[in-house]
């Protein structure tokens, strides 16, 4: 399963905010999750007139730092589900609106207690390093990504320079407005370290940061070290085509990063969405500000978006999720052979649909003299005459680049020529299943 799913369409969940208000309300998402062993997950809100506050936190959290909404301005959040399926949601009013964007699983881990900090004075305008803290066994070189969420709280007004990145990267910080709450998805360099950029107006910090959790290693995650701006022309109105095939691998099926808004004094409109989603909404990037935003994205790394001014709003990739689906085989291998004659048959796969990648065929289990082209999934054997009625076992694979194997078995009976007919067998498939040598074959190390 993925560590995050990003829903196609955002589910809202107000009905459950049943109030007084302002308060907080402890809420199960059981009904809108799309699976209940999630740990973690995502949300988007928005308000129906200006100046409302709202904010999620996992139930043994007491902090109160509420985030300021805007009409038709929205902003993001993630939160624990402490071990189940509940967390606690702020809404100062009735025009709160909250939606379910997505969900978080294994190997993603939050902790019960999330970890807010504000940088003390001391820590201002300069990279300041930052370690996760480990839960249960694990330990720092079991985490790979960081997942942190960050708002900008003082003054009431006017933005702040801050950013995250994984210590090694040279990006720039950037700048965060009031009501622009974001979260990140961050890489830890080899030492489990991550910088966070922050200012302030003494002696109060303008940024406040909550470590939700992590991602241990061998994920899927990728991360984009040094964000470059996707540079996408004016597009508002109606929807245009955003395609992130040159900047993720080929099999990505989720993007997150950032917008990013040099207008001023004016906020203004940018939106992705997946391919085939009903959203019609806006994410309004306040002046001189960011907001983070992810996406789900076909198999040919393309979304929809809308910005409002292409030449001053840009999109930056910081993060992405490879599918952990492998290719699949097409082909029902014959499972007779007349002896002496030869076995000729062609393997067929697929993979998330994307014509352009290059899959790898092999045997890992196969009689000595059988062999298969890597690139056309033909395999060339002939038995030998005196074997006949014996049954050799095959086991081929396909592998895409980036190491996801799918794997196919089955077995080939040697028999005279009159006693062939037309017998077919389907083959049985298994994912990443070892196989032992059977009778007349021999396993490919």
């Not at 079991?142 to 994984?166: E, H, T, W």
């Not at 979260?183 to 909550?210: C, M, R």
């Not at 095939?245 to 203004?268: F, K, M």
């Amino acid at each position: 399963m993925s560590v995050y799913i990003k829903y196609l369409d955002e589910v809202e969940i107000t009905s459950a905010l049943v109030g007084p208000f302002p308060a907080w309300t402890t809420v199960d998402l059981t009904p809108f999750l799309l699976n209940t062993g999630a740990v973690g997950a995502s949300f988007r809100a928005t308000s129906l007139v200006n100046f409302r506050d709202w904010q999620t936190r996992a139930l043994s959290s007491t902090v109160e730092i509420f985030e300021r909404l805007f009409f038709n301005a929205y902003n993001e959040s993630a939160s624990s589900l402490s071990g189940g399926t509940a967390l606690e949601i702020y809404a100062s009013s009735t025009d709160v609106r909250v939606f379910l964007t997505g969900e978080f699983h294994a190997p993603a881990v939050f902790y019960d207690n999330q970890i807010d900090f504000s940088p003390p004075e001391p820590e201002w305008n300069q990279w300041i390093d930052h370690t996760p803290t480990p839960q249960g066994g694990d330990v720092i070189g079991d985490i790979d990504y960081v997942i942190v969420k960050s708002n900008k709280i003082a003054p009431p007004v006017g933005f702040a320079s801050m950013a995250l990145r994984q210590k090694g990267s040279t990006m720039d910080s950037f700048t965060q407005n009031r009501q622009a709450q974001s979260w990140w998805v961050v890489g830890l360099d080899a030492q489990g370290t991550y910088q966070v950029f922050s200012e302030g107006i003494s002696p109060n910090p303008k940024s406040h940061f909550v470590e939700l959790g992590y991602i241990l290693k061998d994920s899927r995650v990728r991360r984009i070290l040094n964000p470059v701006a996707e540079s996408n022309p004016t597009q508002i109105g109606s929807f245009g085509t955003i395609d992130f095939s040159g900047v993720v691998e080929v099999g990505a099926i989720t993007v997150g990063g950032r917008w990013q808004n040099t207008l001023t004094p004016t906020r203004r409109e940018a939106y992705l969405r997946g391919i085939g989603s009903s959203e019609n909404l806006a994410i309004v990037a306040m002046a001189f500000s960011c907001q983070s935003q992810a996406v789900t994205i076909n198999s040919d790394g393309e979304a929809e978006y809308q910005v409002f001014d292409g030449s001053r709003q840009d999109y930056f990739v910081h993060w992405y999720e490879l599918s952990d689906t492998p290719p699949v085989f097409t082909n029902t291998p014959d499972t007779t052979v007349p002896a002496g004659t030869d076995y000729n048959e062609t393997m067929t796969a697929t993979y998330q649909a994307a014509p352009a990648v290059t899959l790898v065929f092999a045997l890992r289990l196969a009689p000595d003299a059988a062999s298969i082209n890597s690139t056309t999934g033909v395999i060339t054997w002939v038995p030998d005459p005196v074997t006949i009625d014996r049954v050799y076992r095959f086991i081929a694979t396909v592998t895409e680049p980036s190491g996801l194997v799918g794997i196919l078995s089955w077995s080939v009976c040697v028999q005279e020529t009159q006693m062939l007919g037309e017998a077919k067998a389907t083959a049985a498939l298994t994912a990443g299943v070892s196989e032992a040598p059977t009778l007349g074959g021999m396993l490919r190390v």
